[in-house]
């Protein structure tokens, strides 16, 4: 597959992100405690695991990945998403002697991994060349959004990530800050036509 130079470091750090995820992801599945952490990572790894076979095709095929990326469906694990629905955990502290990671560790561990591979396709996607792997990109943020969305869930569930309210009253102060546009094109010119200064705040607070 013939592609550009900054493709090809691209999806190298991508994949090299990936073996570091897949075998993080191993251990874990022979460590965790938890039932219910167990299932999300074994859900999880396969489509990891074609992730990084397909990273190896574009770097090593000339046509390129010969599968796809599937995409799974997200699963609700909150019930309500302003508050906590379980006592939050105690305090934690950094380990800097560890013989085995906890299941909160490692639970955390995926998170972020999670979090920052999906900020890496994403911004990938936005400067890939070639249609067929910008178009991966994408879809391997879509996978990195939908489960890091179902780990965060399962953190806040078990107590390891805080969930709280925001104060309305700082949310309508913010939201005073703001006028709505009208986004028929009648309207819109309607506005203009009566307030042509519509950038001086003075005006538009009378």
């Known amino acids: 597959m013939r592609i550009a130079a900054h493709e090809a470091h691209a999806i190298n750090e991508l994949t090299l992100s990936c073996v570091n995820s897949i075998t993080n992801m191993g251990y874990m599945i022979s460590h965790v405690e938890d039932p219910e952490f167990k299932r999300i990572l074994e859900k999880h790894l396969p489509l990891h695991i074609r992730d990084y076979n397909m990273k190896v095709e574009f770097l090593k095929k000339t046509e390129g990945a010969t599968k796809e990326l599937p995409l799974l469906k997200e ?27 906890n299941d909160r560790e490692m639970a955390t561990a995926y998170l972020l991994t999670l979090k920052r591979a999906g900020r890496e396709y994403a911004w ?83």
């Open 124 to 206: 990938n996607a936005m400067e890939m060349a070639n249609p067929e792997i910008r178009s991966f990109c994408q879809t391997a943020f879509m996978m990195s959004c939908s489960h890091a969305y179902e780990m965060w869930q399962y953190m806040v569930k078990k107590g390891y990530y805080l969930l709280e309210e925001a104060n309305m009253s700082m949310v309508q102060n913010m939201g005073s800050m703001y006028l709505v546009i009208p986004e028929d094109p009648a309207q819109m010119q309607m506005m203009d036509t009566q307030n042509p200064t519509a950038g001086n705040s003075s005006q538009l607070y009378q």
């Open 75 to 101: 699963e609700g694990i909150l019930s309500q998403f302003t508050n906590m629905v379980s006592p939050q955990a105690p305090a934690v502290q950094p380990r800097t002697i560890v013989d085995n990671m």
